[in-house]
């Protein structure tokens, strides 16, 4: 039986791959990978010329059904995300949950750990989030206006995966929400962290979105929002 390994992936700077992620990516039979571009990339920086095979959101179940046969035959696979940790809001979950369920206890899973946006992000917010409500992407429509209450509502910070297409709104609902409910906010946002213009912006869901606004050029890469409520002064 082959070994199913989970290789969390620079979010940015390449040079963020581990020394172990490297290995096992060199020595693995298969990568499995969102993106096959994207992931040749990150493999021709290392000059790692193991073969890559496409698992995505819309891998179906004959791509699974592939992917457990070639652990069956023995082949060592490695899992990567376009970038960070696989499993945190990619499909990387639903195929570690698959193939449990057919292989049990038979197949070894492993983790080969490293960079995530969400720890990255946490680590240069500053106090009060040493716990939190982590909701990955928030749905686009249906339940979107749900979640954002129960951030509200929630006795603890939330953090969120916010793209460069839905920043804007993302903000302009908290104002609205904050309002609504009577609940002033405070949200910290991380722009391409690890990359050359990593940015770190912080203050009312207002003026975090006045600075926004102002740099079209900030409006780019990926965002990580921390949402919490805004302290009382003592």
């Known amino acids: 039986m082959g070994i199913l390994r989970i290789v969390a992936t620079p979010i940015g700077n390449l040079k963020d791959l581990t020394h172990r992620a490297e290995r096992t990516l060199k020595e693995?039979?298969?990568?499995?990978?969102?993106?096959t571009r994207i992931t040749k990339r990150l493999l021709d920086h290392y000059r790692?010329?193991?073969?890559?095979?496409?698992?995505?959101q819309h891998s179906g179940d004959l791509k699974t059904d592939k992917i457990i046969a070639l652990l069956k035959?023995?082949?060592?696979?490695?899992?990567?995300s376009d970038a960070g940790t696989p499993g945190l809001s990619d499909p990387g979950s639903k195929l570690v949950?698959?193939?449990r369920e057919e292989l049990g206890d038979a197949v070894k899973?492993?983790?080969?750990?490293?960079?995530?946006?969400l720890t990255a992000a946490i680590s240069i917010a500053g106090v009060g989030f040493d716990r939190f409500l982590f909701l990955g992407f928030l749905p686009h429509k249906k339940g979107r206006q749900t979640m954002?209450?129960?951030?509200?509502k929630s006795e603890y910070p939330a953090v969120v995966y916010e793209s460069k297409h839905r920043i804007i709104k993302l903000l302009e609902e908290l104002i609205k929400m904050s309002a609504e409910l009577k609940i002033p906010?405070?949200?910290?946002?991380?722009?391409e962290l690890t990359k050359l213009f990593e940015s770190f912006y912080s203050g009312s869901p207002e003026k975090v979105l006045e600075e926004l606004r102002s740099d079209p050029h900030s409006l780019k890469g990926e965002f990580v929002v921390l949402i919490n409520?805004?302290?009382?002064?003592?």
């Not at 693995?28 to 993106?35: A, K, P, Q």
């Not at 899973?109 to 946006?117: F, K, L, R, Y």
């Open 28 to 35: 693995s039979d298969f990568v499995l990978c969102e993106d």
């Open 48 to 56: 790692i010329v193991t073969p890559t095979l496409s698992y995505h």
């Open 73 to 80: 035959e023995g082949k060592n696979l490695a899992l990567v």
């Open 97 to 99: 949950t698959a193939v």
């Open 109 to 117: 899973i492993e983790s080969v750990p490293g960079v995530s946006a």
């Open 148 to 152: 954002l209450k129960a951030i509200f």
């Open 185 to 191: 906010a405070e949200v910290k946002v991380a722009r």
């Open 229 to 234: 409520k805004k302290q009382k002064d003592s």
